[in-house]
């Protein structure tokens, strides 16, 4: 079983759609949660990161982490062709290390 | 300021052949990491450097896979002898400093195709 399951979509969505994309995860010393935003032949790009459980917002993005039920969500609202991309969701125990476990990646369509 | 640059964008191979993938970090990050994608499969841990010293290989799949990072600054990744399972996309972060949460800056990565 993998430590953080994602849906790989695709998800194609109108443009000014609300977009909803989720991860869960199995290993309870999680304590960050980052959502990346990967185009194509680039490398991700952190779009936010959250500290425990609770909410995050910026600009059009809101991050959830909810880690009673191990599920982190990334809201986009009012969407636009230009966030056409794979999204990355990852995760951290902190500490020294801080080395990151992804999940799969949801590759993501808004059309005009 | 330069972002993280990786060097060759892409590289083809033979299976047995040697491969050497460059990472040049954000300059003053103290943190690189080496990370590996896989077709259809999910961003893997490779290894991670403190300056010059190996924090973490515990994802380095096995011992044809050399990481080095002289001096602190630049790493490599070489692969020896190169397998067919090893084709995928190598990306370098880099993150600075020494605190619980640090955001990690990524290259734009290698693509290793073994034939």
């Known amino acids: 079983q993998k430590e953080v399951e994602q849906d790989p979509g695709p998800l194609s969505v109108p443009e000014g759609a609300i977009v909803s994309l989720n991860c869960t995860y199995s290993n309870s010393a999680f304590q960050y949660f980052m959502w990346y935003r990967q185009y194509s032949r680039k490398g991700p790009e952190l779009l936010m990161y959250t500290y425990s459980s609770g909410n995050k917002e910026d600009g059009r993005f809101t991050a959830q982490v909810d880690k009673s039920s191990k599920y982190i969500s990334l809201f986009i609202r009012d969407s636009q062709p230009s966030d056409s991309a794979t999204y990355l969701c990852?995760?951290?125990?902190?500490?020294?290390?801080?080395?990151?476990?992804f999940g799969t990646g949801t590759q993501l369509k808004v059309e005009l | 300021e330069a972002g993280v640059t990786q060097f060759p964008s892409h590289s083809v191979i033979e299976k047995g052949q040697t491969v050497t993938l460059r990472c040049d970090p954000i300059s003053g990050h103290d943190n690189l990491y080496w990370y590996r994608r896989v077709m259809g499969k999910e961003i893997k841990f490779l290894l991670h450097?403190?300056?010059?010293?190996?924090?973490?290989e515990s994802g380095m799949p096995n011992n044809r896979f050399l990481a080095e990072r002289t001096g602190g600054t630049y790493s490599t990744l070489k692969v020896q002898p190169a397998e067919l399972e090893d084709s995928g996309v190598y990306f370098c972060?880099?993150?600075?400093?020494?605190?619980?949460?640090?955001?990690?800056?990524f290259g734009p990565g290698t693509r290793l195709t073994v034939l």
């Open positions: 972060a880099s993150s600075p400093g020494d605190f619980n949460y640090n955001e990690q800056f």
């Open positions: 450097f403190v300056k010059e010293s190996k924090q973490d």
């Open positions: 990852a995760m951290s125990r902190g500490g020294g290390g801080n080395k990151l476990t």
